[in-house]
């Protein structure tokens, strides 16, 4: 049985092989930054709102909060075939608080 194995692998047809690395043109890819503008006040203007709606309802809740965070950077990507990539690269999260009467929920 191993003998039929060892020569059907044997006089199997050679096949070309595919290289495991293959060079490439290197490709440039950069997007424009833009900054963003510190005049812009429409989240902040949101989150007075969100904290506002709770506030002054009996038994529902004492406080209020509300953060926002906000980043704004640049990705850069390069190797030393000559690949590069530069990408604009922007976060932006709100979160609410509320305290009810002792305890935090949000």
Known sequence: MFAKKKAAFQNRAAT???PDFSRETPVQTVLPVSTPSPTDRKWVDRAKQLSA????QPGHCESSEVWISEAHGTSFYLNSEGFKVVTPVSTAYLRDLRRRAGRVTG
């Open 16 to 18: 070309d092989q595919i």
């Open 53 to 56: 709606v709770f506030v002054g």
